[in-house]
């Protein structure tokens, strides 16, 4: 049987962690602020945004979120982002994605200020991730690291095998991966023969999206398994990529869904603005 791996009662800890440090800054009177921007009437979005505003809220950190209509044109966003961009009481800007159709994500997320894109989606920032010289990560990978971290789990030379490609979750993770020295490869819907790859993972990242995929055979013994899916079922039920039921029975480590890299999410947005306000205020 596997170790699970509690991304909430971890989530919670850091959380307590990360409140002792927002304290400290308030000495120096500097109180984080980010600002959440959601355009339309997606539900699952409004969700997101209303967790980070409430998860903002429990350690200190001010949040304002900002609700423009469905058929706001890409400009206005823009403006809007801009204004922010000037204001000094706000350090982190997320625009929650996706974005209505006739509005290009790229050119939106590019127009936040690199020094406050919490997400770290903006082209410098992603830059900065392939040169190892990130400043924000985005929150899905690192949360993954964090969890990797606090479980003592070693990286160095070991088999990763990280099932996705996404600019969010695959790329990134791929990255940070790499940096921590471990062997990385990348699969994807093209991939051919998946489970021969997946089954040499010694750490194996899924992120496909397609409810319980990744079955026992396509697993290492011992292996270190984290499922970043989110799947819905219609009864309301969530479910992972990975059959947990039976992958737990031959992984060593395994993130559950619920409870596993979901709550790190959002944990580590008030990392990265937490990082941001030091970073634009503390010496200035
Ligand atoms: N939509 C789904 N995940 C995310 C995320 O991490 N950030 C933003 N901005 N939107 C999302």
Do not use: W
């Not at 160095?156 to 921590?180: E, F, H």
């Not at 899916?229 to 060593?252: H, P, Q, W």
Request: hydrophobic residues 40%.
């Amino acid at each position: 049987m596997s170790t699970i791996i509690d991304g909430k009662e971890t989530s919670a800890q850091i959380r307590k962690e990360y409140a002792e440090e927002v304290k400290e800054l308030a000495k120096k009177g500097i109180v984080p602020g980010l600002a959440v921007i959601i355009v339309g009437n997606d539900p699952a979005s409004a969700v997101y945004v209303r967790n980070k505003g409430k998860a903002c809220q429990e350690i200190g950190i001010h949040s304002e979120i900002i609700e423009m209509p469905e058929d706001t044109p890409e400009q206005k966003l823009i403006e809007e982002i801009q204004k922010l961009n000037e204001r000094k009481d706000i350090d982190g800007i997320l625009v929650q994605l996706p974005l209505p159709k006739h509005i290009n994500p790229s050119a939106v997320v590019d127009s936040i200020s690199p020094q406050k894109d919490v997400d770290a989606f903006s082209e410098v920032n992603v830059g900065k991730i392939m040169l190892g010289r990130q400043s924000f990560v985005p929150c899905t990978p690192a949360g993954i690291m964090e969890l990797l971290k606090r479980y003592n789990i070693d990286i160095t030379g070991k088999n990763c095998v990280v099932v996705g490609r996404s600019d969010i979750v695959g790329k990134p993770m791929a990255m940070l991966l790499m940096q921590q020295d471990g062997t990385v490869t990348v699969c994807h819907s093209k991939t051919q023969n998946l489970s021969e790859y997946t089954k040499r993972a010694d750490i194996l990242v899924v992120a496909i999206k397609k409810p319980r995929y990744v079955k026992a055979n396509m697993v290492k013994e011992g292996a270190v398994v984290i499922d970043v899916g989110i799947n819905r079922f219609e009864n309301g039920k969530l479910t992972g990529d990975v059959d947990f039921d039976e992958v737990s029975k031959v992984a060593s480590y395994i993130t559950p869904v619920p409870g596993g890299v979901g709550p790190m999410t959002i944990t580590m947005l008030l990392k990265n603005t937490i990082t941001a306000a030091r970073q634009n205020r503390e010496n200035n």
